[in-house]
């Protein structure tokens, strides 16, 4: 017996189906980190596999690029590239204006120089990321080892200075040790429940010693592609405007929705 996906499962493989279809023969790809961003390299895996398309891909992560080689999907490095035509991404978050929290998989600033490195960016995601206000998940903020309890601490004060609603900080763990980042540093998770104005926290985030990058894709992303577990999805276009209802064809895949004995 092969179970079928998960709901939630159902509205990320839906979403990256259809944010694929940006990608065209010959593009330069960003690859994104997380479940829903595994669904996407698949489904480009497929494409180079069945249909002959050529892609490159850059990978924001470790576990990207080992996904990408066993799908068949070319990988290079951001410096042999240099510029890429789009990116396509998860994230932990999004609100009205497109505006993102990443990092809930620690790829956050290789995330971020890639989506920057790109002529698009395409976020997939469900429903259950959406907010009004972005803050409700905990916002991570890379830091380099050294001296980490002082830039924690020097991150807690400037809190209080800013209109968010928590302004605790904790070092995100992988069982007992620190979780290192694929740049070896550490992540704090900043619980601020709500952030009012989220330029003004980027800023002064990364201008403490000891923060490498923070989690706030402002202005980054193009186009979010939200889908849902009954094959609907929505294309919603920041540049033009535009917000479109599609559903997508998932015959060729039916295996995926419905247990099948085996
Ligand atoms: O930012 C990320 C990794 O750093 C991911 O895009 C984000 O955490 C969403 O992951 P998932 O698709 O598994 O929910």
Not at 108 to 123: F, G, N, W, Y
Not at 167 to 193: K, M, Q, V, W
Request: hydrophobic residues 45%.
């Amino acid at each position: 017996m092969t179970a079928a996906l998960s709901p939630i499962d159902k509205a990320k493989y839906i979403a990256a189906r259809r944010a694929v279809e940006f990608v065209e023969d010959g593009m330069r790809v960003g690859l994104g980190t997380g479940s829903t961003a595994a669904w996407m390299v698949r489904c480009l895996g497929e494409m180079v596999r069945e249909d002959g398309i050529k892609i490159t891909g850059v990978a924001t992560s470790a576990r990207t690029a080992q996904l990408a080689r066993e799908v068949g999907v070319p990988v290079k490095t951001l410096d042999e590239v240099r510029w890429l035509d789009l990116t396509i991404d998860g994230a932990d978050e999004y609100d009205a204006d497109l505006n993102l929290i990443k990092g809930g998989g620690g790829a956050l600033l290789h995330e971020k120089i890639v989506a920057t490195a790109s002529d698009q960016m395409v976020v997939i995601a469900d429903l259950s990321k959406q907010v009004d206000t972005l803050g409700a998940f905990p916002l991570p903020v890379e830091v380099i080892p050294f001296g980490w309890q002082t830039t924690k601490a020097l991150i807690e004060e400037m809190l209080s200075n800013v209109d968010v609603l928590g302004r605790s900080a904790s070092l995100r763990l992988n069982g007992a040790d620190p979780f290192r980042t694929d740049e070896g540093n550490y992540i704090l998770d900043l619980h601020l429940r709500r952030i009012a104005n989220p330029a003004q926290l980027s800023l002064v985030l990364n201008q403490i010693p000891g923060v490498v990058e923070n989690g706030l894709f402002l202005d980054i992303c193009d186009v979010l592609v939200i889908g849902n577990a009954d094959g609907t999805v929505e294309v919603r276009d920041i540049n033009n405007g535009t917000v479109e209802h599609e559903r997508i064809d998932i015959t060729d895949r039916e295996n995926l929705f419905t247990d099948s004995a085996e």
